[in-house]
């Protein structure tokens, strides 16, 4: 009976296509932001849920984010394509690179910089912000590798609230999972959090959501639903980041 409610239930849905994103060009960084951000400002898009930002950042060889402060925000990020050098007040030093992933716990503040670790090649990453569960927490840092093949077809959580899990804990009741999926293939998602949506980003590909069909680069946020279709219409990669909605 349960299942069965589920697919009579029509999800709500807002997409955010890629063309639509906040572009700005400042030569050293070509940023697209799918939410309000820096210079970038639109007042339908401030957040979804609990998650504040989702910046697509291109840096280019050597150039970088100076040391700055953040507080009380849990930061994500997913390098795409090199390598980015990070370095923080906690002491923490060192590359992330593709299929790593990078979290911090802002916490009651923590200071860090961000540069392209190439003199020669660009470097490409997701920096995600969501808003903490609990707030002034010690900082912290953590960086872990993913084997790509545990992402082949299905989907691999790489954050989660869960302490004790493979994946990288997080100070929010929310779940970062990616994914690769070859054409023709179709996919589950199920809600993890009853009081959670899902903002979906297609980092590559196509895929098929609710009869829509999005293309690289473009993104939908789900809610009032318990579970999730994909089909795959290209080879695709495809970044869910489950959130509480309020």
Same mark, same amino acid.
């Given at each position: 009976?349960?299942?069965?409610?589920?697919?009579?239930?029509?999800?709500?849905?807002?997409?955010?296509?890629?063309?639509?994103?906040?572009?700005?060009?400042?030569?050293?960084?070509?940023?697209?932001? #799918?939410?309000?951000?820096?210079?970038?400002?639109?007042?339908?898009?401030?957040?979804?849920?609990?998650?504040?930002?989702?910046?697509?950042?291109?840096?280019?060889?050597?150039?970088?984010?100076?040391?700055?402060?953040?507080?009380?925000?849990?930061?994500?990020?997913?390098?795409?394509?090199?390598?980015?050098?990070?370095?923080?007040?906690?002491?923490?030093?060192?590359?992330?690179?593709?299929?790593?992933?990078?979290?911090?716990?802002?916490?009651?503040?923590?200071?860090? #910089?961000?540069?392209?670790?190439?003199?020669?090649?660009?470097?490409?990453?997701?920096?995600?912000?969501?808003?903490?569960?609990?707030?002034?927490?010690?900082?912290?840092?953590?960086?872990?590798?993913?084997?790509?093949?545990?992402?082949?077809?299905?989907?691999?959580?790489?954050?989660?609230?869960?302490?004790?899990?493979?994946?990288?804990?997080?100070?929010?009741?929310?779940?970062?999972?990616?994914?690769?999926?070859?054409?023709?293939?179709?996919?589950?998602?199920?809600?993890?959090?009853?009081?959670?949506?899902?903002?979906?980003?297609?980092?590559?590909?196509?895929?098929?959501?609710?009869?829509?069909?999005?293309?690289?680069?473009?993104?939908?946020?789900?809610?009032?639903?318990?579970?999730?279709?994909?089909?795959?219409?290209?080879?695709?990669?495809?970044?869910?980041?489950?959130?509480?909605?309020?």
């Amino acid at each position: 009976m349960f299942k069965h409610a589920i697919k009579n239930i029509k999800m709500k849905t807002i997409t955010h296509l890629a063309k639509d994103r906040g572009i700005q060009d400042h030569g050293w960084l070509k940023a697209a932001h #799918s939410f309000s951000f820096a210079n970038y400002h639109d007042p339908a898009k401030m957040y979804f849920g609990l998650l504040r930002v989702l910046n697509d950042d291109i840096v280019a060889p050597g150039m970088g984010f100076g040391t700055h402060g953040h507080d009380n925000m849990e930061i994500v990020t997913i390098p795409l394509k090199g390598a980015l050098a990070h370095k923080d007040s906690l002491g923490s030093e060192g590359l992330i690179g593709l299929n790593e992933v990078q979290i911090m716990s802002a916490g009651k503040g923590i200071q860090h #910089s961000e540069f392209n670790g190439s003199s020669t090649d660009e470097v490409n990453l997701l920096q995600v912000w969501v808003f903490p569960k609990e707030k002034n927490i010690e900082p912290r840092y953590d960086q872990k590798r993913f084997d790509p093949q545990n992402s082949h077809n299905l989907f691999q959580t790489v954050v989660s609230p869960v302490k004790d899990g493979e994946a990288m804990w997080i100070n929010q009741d929310a779940f970062f999972s990616l994914g690769n999926f070859d054409a023709g293939k179709t996919a589950n998602y199920k809600i993890k959090h009853p009081r959670n949506g899902a903002y979906l980003f297609v980092i590559e590909g196509k895929v098929k959501i609710d009869n829509k069909e999005l293309s690289r680069r473009d993104a939908i946020g789900v809610y009032d639903i318990a579970e999730i279709e994909f089909d795959f219409t290209e080879d695709s990669k495809v970044l869910i980041i489950e959130i509480p909605m309020e």
